[in-house]
């Protein structure tokens, strides 16, 4: 038996953990333990209704993390007294938590070209915030007593992981591998980006570990599995990545909402998906919201059935009352929904979008972040969905509604969008998904890569 911590970016999104998650069950099912460290809101339930453990790493900025980075959360949390069992007493606390938060940050922009850029976006430019991550993952994974970390882009746990010599595998879409043209593939690249590179190399050097050229050469493990195919994530032979196809969560017995097997089966079924409408802090840079708000105004008054789900996090209050159309769940089975759907309407999110192709149902993509533009010009290319366009106005986000309407209007009529989806997840099927994933994972522990007792 071998034990494997599954480590993700501790975003709070779902993403990841769709993908990390039938993986995780196919090991767990050959006869390994499984353990989590994805800390933030809405993963950490998606792990606990999946029935494993999650490891929450010991350090106050996963507590701030934990209370989805609101000032209101961690005065919450402090209140609440938990700090003292944690560390002992408020100074304690204070004095791990103030040099770990982050205060330099790249420019708000609306261009994000790579995971570099991501991530000077999202603190990596702080070189305390840095090493608190590494140190708080470095003493999960010994804790743990992890063989293998199996990760989904964290950066700060390949770091631990080397530092304590435990094998890493990870698994990536392929605009996040170092050869890969990054999210904005189809311009040319501006050479005055803030790259985080510098300040990872600093805490690599405390390490004495040799330093890197890309901040991408950290989502590269001993194996590194990538989602998708040849032609929804292009890479060049030489980037020595094995393609899995898609990788989706359901739980086994998975059904539908009640009140959804009432929809009428004489009518079109449009399944909206925002995402997280809003992460919260003054960035919008990664929010969703005007998904929402746009297929409210697009949909309302059209001969459609529409169910908005937001991925176990709250509906905006804002947008209430719906629609008499629309229909609201929280969360839902993906595939389930997917194959009950028409059209996808959604933010362009690499799993949303791997479910529509994987279903065979057409998507309408609004991407409202330069990731979710890449892989929806990948699907708009192959002819299994389309675009509209988000103006990305400082501060805002804005759809034209008038397009949007005569989109999907479009795409649910034509049916060489839902003939292309389903010629595509056929390809997505044929490279094994989950199973393969874990098949492969097991080979590598297989062959030496795992120490006998570590």
């Known amino acids: 038996m071998t034990t494997f911590l599954f480590t993700t970016l501790p975003t ?24 989590f460290c994805s800390p933030a809101q809405a993963p950490s339930r998606l792990i606990a209704d999946a029935g494993f453990e999650n490891r929450l790493p010991e350090h106050p900025i996963y507590d701030l993390m934990g209370a989805n980075q609101k000032l209101k959360g961690l005065v919450e949390f402090i209140a609440s007294g938990r700090h003292k069992q ?20 790249a420019p708000n922009t609306r261009q994000v070209w790579d995971f570099d850029h991501t991530s000077a976006i ?23 007593a992890a063989d293998v ?8 746990a390949v770091i631990a992981a080397r530092v304590l010599g435990r094998p890493v595998v990870t698994v990536i879409q392929g605009n996040f591998h170092p050869q890969s043209g990054g999210f904005i593939w189809w311009k040319p690249r501006p050479s005055n980006l803030p790259s985080t590179v510098p300040i990872v190399n600093q805490v690599l050097a405390e390490y004495r570990l040799p330093p890197i050229n890309a901040l991408e050469e950290l989502c590269v493990g001993d194996l590194t599995l990538s989602v998708g195919t040849p032609e929804t994530d292009p890479l ?13 969560w359901q739980p086994a017995n998975a059904q539908l909402p009640e009140r959804l097997s009432r929809l009428n089966p004489e009518k079109p079924v449009t399944w909206v998906y925002s995402g997280n409408p809003r992460y919260g802090g003054a960035n919008d840079i990664f929010d969703s919201m005007v998904v929402l708000q746009a297929c409210i105004a697009a949909l309302a008054n059209e001969d459609l059935q529409v169910v908005l789900t937001t991925g176990h996090h709250a509906l905006p209050e804002e947008l209430l009352p719906l629609p008499d159309n629309f229909h609201h769940e929280a969360y839902v089975p993906g595939l389930a929904m997917a194959e009950r759907s028409d059209l996808l ?3 362009g999110g690499y799993g949303s979008c791997q479910t529509g192709l994987y279903a065979g149902k057409p998507s309408v993509i609004l991407p409202t972040f330069s990731e979710r533009e890449s892989n929806a010009r990948r699907i708009a290319a192959l002819g299994a969905g ?69």
């Open 86 to 105: 944690r560390y002992g007493n408020l100074f304690h606390f204070l004095r791990q938590l103030i040099p770990a938060i982050p205060v330099k940050f």
């Open 345 to 347: 309407i959604h933010h």
């Open 122 to 144: 999202m603190g990596l430019l702080n070189k305390g915030f840095v090493r608190a991550n590494c140190e708080a993952l470095k003493k999960t994974i010994a804790d743990s």
């Open 386 to 454: 389309a675009i509209v366009s988000v103006d990305m106005t400082p501060g805002q986000k804005r759809v034209d509604v008038e397009e949007l309407r005569a989109t999907v209007r479009h795409v649910l009529t034509n049916p060489s969008f839902r003939t292309h989806a389903e010629q595509v997840g056929e390809r997505l099927r044929a490279y094994g998904g989950a199973s393969q994933a874990a098949a492969l994972v097991e080979q590598f522990t297989q062959k030496g890569n795992v120490r006998e007792g570590s």
């Open 12 to 35: 709070n999104d779902l993403g990841l953990l769709t993908r990390s998650l039938p993986i995780a069950r196919e090991l767990k099912e050959r006869g390994h333990k499984i353990l």
């Open 236 to 248: 060049p032979e030489t980037a020595h990545v094995i393609y899995i196809g898609a990788v989706l």
């Open 149 to 156: 970390v199996v990760d989904f882009l964290n950066p700060f």
